[in-house]
Every structure is written in C-alpha cells, then in structure tokens.
C-alpha cells in the first residue's frame, strides 16, 4: 500500500510520524477511539497523536463518529468520501463486543425539514451483533 500517496491525496504532508499514525489507523478494522490509538502508539507523544488525528479529520482522511458512549470514535473515510452530509453513511454498534462499523452500502436519506430547521449533522447508528459475534 502506497501511504505517502493516500495523505497526498489528501493534501496532507507525509512526514515520518503521520506516515507511522496512518499505519496503525490502517490495521484497526472497525472504529477507533484516541485512547485507542493512544495504546497502539505508546511511544509518541499524546499531543502529537491528537494533532495529527485533527488534521486528518480536518481534511477528511479519517470521520467521526458519535455512538452515543460519550468518546468519539473515529474510522478510515473511504477513497470518494469528502465528508458531505450527502456521503454519510450509518454506523452499525455491535452490542456483544462494543465495536463499530461504517455501513458503506446504505446512503442515509434525504432528511426533509420544515423551512427554517438548518441541518449540520446527522448521527444514525444502528444497533445489533456483527458477523464476528454472530458466528
Ligand atoms: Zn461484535
Ligand atoms: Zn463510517
């Protein structure tokens, strides 16, 4: 896999540690959560782990998303994604081991809102057991 290319595509400067924090966000296989990444990356500094996940939300490598635990989760943005309302996809939360999965197969609706409503997120998690559990 080509690192350097998937920052650049981004707009993102490959430096030595963005290309070592795309590695380990590269190998989770479902959401992330900083603390997450934190463990994963115990030899960098935490300030420096969080600026780097910002900047890679900022310019739409990684999204967040809210499954209502109170820590933000983050996953991977798909190649196309650019992080407008009408990419947003729903996320599942397996209720056995807690992780969560961007559901890319579904587009969220058109949401449909009385005149003076301003939209600015949407948060649509579903909720259930993943193929893992479900074996
Ligand atoms: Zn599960
Ligand atoms: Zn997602």
């Known amino acids: ?12 400067k490959p430096t030595a540690i963005r290309l070592l924090i795309l590695k380990e966000i590269l190998q989770f ?3 992330f959560s900083l603390l997450m990444l ?4 115990q030899t960098v500094d935490k300030s420096t782990i969080f600026r780097t996940l910002t900047l890679f939300h900022n310019n739409h490598l990684v999204h967040t998303i809210d499954d209502g635990s109170g820590s933000v989760k983050y ?4 190649n196309h994604c650019c ?4 990419d947003l996809h729903p996320h599942f939360y397996c209720q056995r081991c807690g992780n969560i999965f961007c559901q890319t197969l579904t587009k ?3 949401i449909l809102l009385p005149e003076g409503y301003l939209l600015s997120s949407i948060n ?3 909720k259930g057991v993943c193929k893992d559990c479900n074996k």
């Open 29 to 31: 296989k479902q959401a």
């Open 75 to 78: 996953s991977m943005c798909s």
């Open 83 to 86: 992080s407008e309302i009408e």
């Open 1 to 12: 896999m080509d690192f350097e290319a998937i920052l650049k595509q981004r707009d993102i």
């Open 124 to 126: 649509f998690v579903i």
């Open 108 to 110: 969220i609706p058109k």
């Open 38 to 41: 934190e463990n994963k990356l």
